[in-house]
């Protein structure tokens, strides 16, 4: 529990984070009125004052089931009594069987997967298999995606800002337009993969047309380059389909996951390959790719129970009904603010509102804050505010979240002068 003086707790962390974290965060975090988080339970977290907030930030999408689900704390809890992490050396019983319940959710033949424990360690993982898999080494990416943040993943993503103070990266790597096929048999014929995410989250939630990952899948059966789904955070619901690749009814050659992987308890990572793919790389060598962590008991008991709860749970009709609800809703708002609000974008429970300058996420952000709700700008594009709740978001939390977006929006427009 608690210190009851709360005041003391936010200076306390406050100090911690300037002092042995990250000076400018915390300054940026202190002015915009951070709250500090104390507990969570499904769509909601509480505040140092017992505030409540609707979490429609969800961070960034990893809370697909809520915080704190019962049924995998329930899992998780049971799997530590007996084992937690690999030993290494011997079979491990659960994460054969989360490997094989993977398999079965995932599209088509995809099969062999491998286990890490976050975003960018799937994505470097996946690069390092298609170039393994193929003898080649160029990797073709999308301008503005994102992929992560260690060297390789880095490399592939599209924001400078994140990349110019680590030069040089990757080589052999190549950005083009998102969401254009033409042209794309050119760029992939001498390439290991093309990795792309089925909708760009942290680009700004930008949705390709209908049809795009079918053009790009046609365009890797012909050159010969793998087809990399970066799901991390379009994958397991997100976008009101099981996969995002599933919008097109695509089976990718790799398929990258995270975040809802972990049913929002155990960080975990993984990426799923065709079975010839994975042959190619690493039939002779079953030991080039391995993780200390990866893998371990309680990742995969949680795991396990996660996409259980999903498919159980019907999450994902969930998330395609509400996602329409939240997207209509933002959409009446952006007919009626067009001088704040430019576009609206999403699909499922992943809606992106692109604002039609930078600066007024600044007050409309803090604003919902105030009014119990929590958003946040997607990483590569800070004109847009992303809205991205638990998908088991009720159509009552929509409403409220809405009408703190529109108390947001209106402060912006009366500062503006323009209500
Ligand atoms: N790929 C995509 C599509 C993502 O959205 C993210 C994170 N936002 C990552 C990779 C990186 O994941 P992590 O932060 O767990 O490393």
């Not at 089925?198 to 087809?227: H, I, K, M, S």
């Not at 790799?254 to 793919?277: C, N, Q, Y």
């Not at 200390?292 to 159980?312: H, K, N, R, W, Y």
């Amino acid at each position: 529990m608690l210190d009851n003086n709360t005041q003391n707790l936010a200076s306390d962390v406050f100090e911690n984070y300037k002092r042995y974290l990250n000076p400018p965060l915390a300054r940026v975090m202190k002015l915009s009125g951070s709250p500090v988080e104390v507990r969570a339970q499904g769509t909601t977290i509480w505040d140092q004052h017992g505030k409540a907030y609707l979490d429609f930030a969800g961070g960034y999408g990893v809370f697909t089931l809520g915080h704190s689900h019962p049924r995998v704390i329930a899992a998780v809890r049971e799997q530590m009594e007996s084992m937690s992490l690999s030993g290494k050396t011997m079979f491990n019983v659960v994460l054969g069987r989360a490997a094989k319940r993977l398999a079965e959710l995932s599209p088509g033949d995809l099969r062999y997967s491998f286990w890490c424990n976050s975003g960018t360690e799937a994505v470097e993982g996946a690069i390092k298999l298609a170039r393994a898999a193929t003898g080649r080494a160029k990797v073709v990416a999308t301008l503005n995606a994102y992929h992560g943040k260690t060297i390789g993943a880095l490399s592939i993503s599209g924001r400078e800002t994140f990349q110019t103070p680590f030069r040089p990266l990757l080589g052999d790597v190549e950005h083009i337009g998102y969401g254009d096929a033409s042209g794309l048999d050119d760029v992939l014929r001498d390439a290991a993969a093309f990795v792309v995410e089925p909708v760009q989250g942290e680009g700004g939630v930008n949705v390709p047309a209908a049809g795009y990952l079918r053009e790009v899948r046609e365009a890797c059966d012909r050159t010969g380059a793998l087809f990399i789904a970066d799901e991390v955070q379009t994958g397991l619901g997100r976008c009101g389909f099981l996969f995002g690749c599933d919008r097109d009814g695509v089976v990718p050659d790799v398929m990258t996951l995270a975040k809802g992987l972990s049913g929002g308890i155990i960080p975990v990572g993984a990426f799923i390959a065709r079975p010839d793919v994975w042959n190619r790389a690493y039939a002779k060598q079953p030991l080039v790719h391995t993780s200390t962590f990866g893998g371990s008991e309680i990742a995969c008991a949680a795991a396990l129970a996660a996409m259980d709860v999903l498919e159980s749970d019907g999450l994902v009709q969930n998330a395609s009904d509400r996602g329409r609800q939240l997207l209509e809703g933002c959409e009446a708002l952006a007919a009626q603010f067009p001088h704040v609000i430019r576009e609206v974008r999403g699909v499922g429970l992943l809606v992106g509102v692109e604002l039609t300058s930078e600066g007024y996420g600044g007050w409309i952000i803090p604003e919902m804050l105030k009014a119990g709700v929590t958003a946040a700008w997607t990483l590569n594009q800070q004109r847009v505010i992303r809205l991205e709740p638990p998908l088991v978001v009720t159509r009552e939390e929509v409403e409220t979240a809405l009408a703190a977006l529109r108390a947001g929006v209106a402060t912006a427009a009366e500062k503006l002068g323009r209500l």
